[in-house]
């Protein structure tokens, strides 16, 4: 009972899914013994979650690929041979090189579940195309970009909620297996404390389930939802007046001139400052300025003649407007009126009512002395079941301007930033890629990804039509500040904007659960030009650990390992794991040495950039510039003078945090700390951080921010009236005449609510119910259902729907049901609950796959009886006037709207008469894969005698 | 059939777990920390058969079920962690064969020994709580250990030494100590938060509680709360013109 736990323990950092906890992995006779939380690591504090737990199985996974390959049957056929790491890097470098040298924009690079961001970015940079970007798109840019130009932070890794504080929680439309062991940490704290928790969500599953309200609303509402709760808070005079003027735009002046150029922007001053109205000089003044009363309402008129109003005037105006009334959104919401009024109550009550303070002086920006920190303790989080619709960038700005009307970003008790945020509203990063900076043998000045804050920012030609691959930044979707992993494939097949020559891509299973309008996709990777008979998508390169779906697709497929078999960087240049409370980032490293001939992709990405003489991955003499591959990366390259891929124990002993030298000893100071580094700024600087004199100045030191400046939340969005402006006709750069509608209408920049696209587009009579998915917690993507230990908790997934609707279609549990959308049908067995919208049904995230990948058994359940909701999602919306069809997604940001969707359901046969779940055809399980055993008794090391375990004594007891 | 301790010979110890439903979010993560320990661990290895096949089939020693309970605005769903409770009276002590089922006299754990488990699945029948598992491939009786060989460990640090289930749960939802110390954490818990035994009345006196799901009224410091009252004196904007008299 005393024997030891393990030879020998190593720490590292998770990576079953995004969360980026800290574990202990414990090693035994040279296998793995136990994978448990690090207590000491601040994103889980020791707690590990089901798919962390089973990383031991991810790591024995017979899927796994062992050799890099070269595809010898058609597309899509799984034929391939095994040749050798030279010959597919040469063969990588020799396809790359001749575009480089030729046109740059011919690789499309796209990464998916990355957590390498800063690298795979700059890499691009390097090799000169602005056709990069990670699977934001897809995700949650809607989050992210209404938050980051909202407040210079969002929700999930870019904050958190005051989880000892606060005392009033809502969830909207949380994705369970994101960010999910500091969730649920979160919300065990909130219960303890007796806080409450309200959930909006159209599923009661998880954290709805000990949510003390659950609120479940019918999808794509929640934006009115949210507009009514402001409504209801304006009408009582229920507003924190004090936090608007010192930290948000809510006075700047606003020009009214309707019909004319500078109509909706800041009336600034010669030095370019917003203006406000002060109420003791009565006159315009410089906003910020000393002694100040600005006016929160009422039209004036400036010097010049022009007409003027506080931006919170018009904020109130539309909020207060009667659609926004509880009566006028309650049928729509699937809420009733009076209980959209008590959150409003309650919301207010606990802002206003029961604010929290912690006895901490602190200095604001000005210099004004604050003695203690007062706080509204109303914490709020958003994810998946807002942002994945047409309508979610408005949505996602509405909930936070209910946030700044409570007065609760950043204070005890609300929702905080975790560094390195805030940042500017919007950061001042620029995408990369105008034509002038793209061109044969060239870097590009910037990364790909930025942030327009007007229309000359849009990466567009001079008729206004996209210039990348997947048309972010353009007119289509100007704040697509993560690209559009979701329309790459289909536009390099069309052709649209432009063909291309390589579709680069890592660890994103575009051929199956990554992407919308599944089967089309893959046929779009294996269909031949017929004129010529080379494949529209000429070439395919594929890095991945495991024999996924769109293995099969690639000409060139590079094995990568395990995060158990290499190191890592988790770093504030990519996305940030730290806590409110101080900075974070991270490590991995090596457990286990690969037992086959595979690769980290960081340590190929460089080598390859070595072979391409990319510039600063080679040495003026033409050498490696990291000899020493992804870790000699990690030490020794600078972003800029003293900023690293690492910001623990710079400096040439160390001693530096943020800034410093390069410090070779930097691993072994990591590893010696658990693999992470944790930095805790003063007590003063932990609140109000975007108006924080000692935040902002620790920020500079620690080289977060470039300087000092605070960060005043827009509620009002200048940037999007400059987009709308140009939609009206105004300005220089103006969209083409066919998408000036379109801009005008979207780019608002006060928040509001319309229906999905997709609801026009179905017709609500031929396709009346929702259809969601939501991600089981011990699922990651595709990663969960080849799991040997997981697959058993979730191997297959029934489609839930509400037992009124059942009832209503005469349907029971187990009986099967034709799914059908305006795009496609699938069929799956019923399940009926209480705990759902009456008009919505849902099913588990990505538990099918497909009959011969991932070397499941063909006959698996996941390919048997599992289901896809993807196969039913069109990419696009339907032939518009002009005959163009729009990406189905949200028309600010570019985000992929697959919560969009709209189905009909009727009672069918089960699959041994009415066919599959899915059409799908079985491909061929790779013959290099690892032997897949029938039966598995794990132990670190087999043991003589497995089969017949020896006893348990009786006299363990000390 | 196999006896139980003597009462005479029972050592003062109870040791158990305390599950909360209030908090339980159903993530798994107990049921694969428990998985992962103890198939390394002295009562594994836990098998999968078939395990990339056609019916995986594993030996599990703990398991979330998810439920609902009650209808339209009143239903609520609840995740339910179900292991072996380590019951006073174990009828899967009583009704082993070979003597291989057996409850510590020191501390009440409820084990198997597998040299003399013949694997006849008498106990697994026997428990009323379904918390027995057939190993797939060993073809011994599985249960729950309490993670004996980590309670004890003097390898661990002081702080580790609970149940995988216990340390990995990120929601604090379950917990470990003696529940015959009326003084102990866990007993205390107990009793302020109405911890109950599963199926009372069958009368098998299990160790482990469970805490019940706390009423859903929503704020400790709230009274209901209707609605808000239009601000009096030209509204909004009245209400706004005071704000900004200061």
Known sequence: ?958 | MTSLPKPDARGSKSLGLVIDLDTCVGCQACVVACKEWNTGGIAGPLSDADAYGQAPLGAWLNRVHAFEAGEGADGRTVHFPKSCLHCEDAACVTVCPTGASYKRAADGIVLVDEDKCIGCGLCAWACPYGARELDPVGGTMKKCTLCVDRIYNEHLPEAERVPACVATCPTSARHFGDLADPDSDVSRLVAARGGFDLMEEMGYRPTNKYLPPRRQTGHIDHGPADALEPAPEGGFLGWLDRVLSG
């Open chain 1, 1 to 958: 009972m005393s024997a030891p736990v393990s030879d020998s323990v190593v720490t590292s950092t998770c990576y079953m899914c995004a969360c980026r906890c800290g574990i202990k992995v414990h090693l035994k006779d040279g296998g793995i013994r136990f994978i448990e939380g690090n207590r000491d690591h601040p994103t889980n504090r020791g707690v590990l979650c089901a798919k962390g737990a089973a990383g031991i199985m991810h790591y024995h996974s017979p899927a796994r690929l062992t050799k890099p390959l070269r595809r010898v049957g058609p597309r899509g056929s799984g034929e391939f041979r095994e040749i050798e790491w030279d010959e597919a890097l040469a063969t990588a470098a020799e396809w790359l090189g001749a575009i480089r040298r030729d046109d740059p924009r011919k690789l499309a690079f796209f990464t998916g579940r990355d957590q390498s961001q800063a690298l795979t970015s700059w890499w691009a940079q390097q090799f000169g195309t602005p056709n990069y970007a990670a699977h934001g798109g897809f995700c949650s840019v809607n989050m992210a970009a209404a938050g980051l130009y909202t407040l210079g932070g969002a929700f999930w890794e870019f904050g958190e909620p005051d989880w000892e504080r606060t005392r009033y929680f809502l969830l909207f439309g949380v994705a369970e297996d994101h960010d999910s062991n500091p969730i649920k940490i979160g919300l065990s704290r909130l219960k303890a404390r007796g806080a409450k928790v309200v959930s909006i969500n159209p599923v009661r599953t998880g954290y709805s389930a000990i949510a003390d309200e659950w609120i479940g609303i019918t999808p794509g509402r929640d934006g009115l939802f949210v507009m009514a709760l402001i409504h209801e808070l304006l009408v009582a005079g229920k507003v924190d007046a004090d936090y608007l003027l010192r930290y948000t735009n809510a006075p700047w002046l606003v020009v009214e001139a309707p019909g004319e150029a500078g109509d909706g922007l800041f009336a600034r001053d010669e030095a370019g400052e917003p203006l406000v109205w002060d109420r003791t000089a009565g006159q315009a003044v410089a906003a910020g300025g000393p002694g100040l009363r600005p006016a929160l309402k009422g039209r004036v008129k400036l010097p010049d003649g022009r007409g003027v109003v506080p931006a919170f005037q018009l904020l109130a105006e539309r909020c207060l407007d009667a659609r926004y009334a509880p009566a006028a959104v309650a049928e729509a919401c699937g809420v009733p009126a009076s209980r959209i009024r008590r959150i409003a109550a309650e919301l207010a009550r606990a802002a206003f009512e029961e604010e929290v303070v912690v006895e901490q002086p602190w200095v604001d920006w000005k210099g004004e002395r604050h003695e203690r920190m007062i706080g509204r303790p109303v914490a709020m989080h958003a994810m998946r079941g807002i942002s994945a619709h047409s309508n979610g960038f408005h949505t996602c700005r509405a909930i936070h301007l209910l946030q700044l009307l409570l007065g609760s970003v950043d204070v005890p008790g609300g929702w905080r930033y975790k560094p390195p945020f805030p940042r500017p509203a919007p950061p001042p990063d620029k995408p990369g890629g105008k034509d002038d900076e793209v061109g044969p043998e060239q870097p590009m000045p910037r990364i790909a990804l930025g942030f327009p804050d007007r229309p000359e920012d849009l990466l567009v030609d001079a008729d206004g039509r996209p210039t990348r691959i997947d048309k972010a930044f353009s007119w289509e979707a100007p704040l697509a500040v993560h690209g559009m992993l979701h329309t790459v494939i289909a536009n390099a097949w069309r052709g649209d904007p432009y063909p291309i020559d390589t579709l680069f891509l890592y660890m994103a299973n575009m051929a199956w659960n990554s992407a919308m309008n599944t089967g089309g996709t893959a046929e779009m990777l294996s269909e031949r030009d017929p004129e010529t008979g080379d494949y529209r998508i000429p070439r395919i390169i594929y890095s991945d650990a495991f024999y996924s779906e769109t293995v099969a697709y690639a000409d060139l497929v590079l094995p990568d390992t395990t995060y158990l078999e290499r190191w890592d960087c988790i770093s504030l240049l990519d996305r940030p794991i730290g806590k409110a409370e101080g900075a974070g980032d991270a490590i991995r490293q090596p457990v286990a040495p690969p037992d086959r001939d595979v690769r980290p992709f960081q340590d190929v990405l460089l080598d390859l950039g070595a072979r391409l003489g990319l510039p600063g991955m080679t040495k003026p003499d033409g050498a490696p510039a990291y000899p020493g591959g992804y870790p000699d990366y990690m030490v020794n390259h600078e972003r800029k003078p003293g900023v690293g891929p690492l910001a623990g124990w710079r400096g040439k002993d160390g001693s530096s945090h943020g800034r410093g030298d390069a410090n070779p000893e930097q691993l072994e100071r990591y590893r010696a700390n658990g693999c992470f580094w944790f930095h805790e700024m003063p007590a003063e600087a932990q609140y109000f951080k975007h108006a924080n004199r000692a935040y902002l100045d620790w920020a500079v030191e620690m080289g977060l921010r470039d300087n000092a400046t605070p960060v005043i939340h827009q509620l009002y969005s200048e940037v999007l009236q400059r987009f709308r402006l140009a939609g009206l006709g105004f300005g220089e750069t103006l969209p083409p005449e066919a998408e000036r509608g379109r801009i005008a209408a979207y780019c608002d920049p006060l928040p509001m609510w319309y229906p999905p696209f997709e609801e026009e587009a179905s017709g609500q009579a031929a396709f009346p119910l929702h259809a969601v998915t939501q991600r089981p917690m011990a699922m990651y993507h595709s990663w969960g259902s080849q799991n040997a230990w997981l697959r058993q908790i979730h191997g297959h997934n029934p489609l839930f729907l509400s037992r009124a609707l059942g009832e209503e279609l005469g349907l029971a549990d187990g009986d099967w049901v034709r799914i059908a959308s305006r795009h496609g049908e699938v069929r799956a067995p019923v399940k009926l609950m209480e705990g759902v919208n009456r008009h919505t049904v849902w099913t588990w995230n990505a538990v099918a796959k497909r009959a011969g990948a991932w070397n499941l058994d063909e006959r698996a359940p996941e390919a048997t009886r599992a289901f896809l909701l993807n196969h039913l999602i069109d990419d696009l919306l339907p032939p518009g006037a002009g005959g163009y069809r729009y990406a189905a997604a949200d028309p600010v940001t570019g985000q992929a709207a697959w919560y969009d969707l709209r189905v009909r359901i009727e009672k069918t046969a089960a699959p041994e008469t009415a066919g599959p779940p899915q059409p799908a055809a079985k491909i061929a399980t790779d013959a290099s894969l690892p032997e897949r055993p029938d039966d598995i008794a794990y132990r670190p090391s087999p043991q003589p005698g497995d089969r017949r375990r020896r006893a348990i004594k009786g006299e363990g007891a000390p």
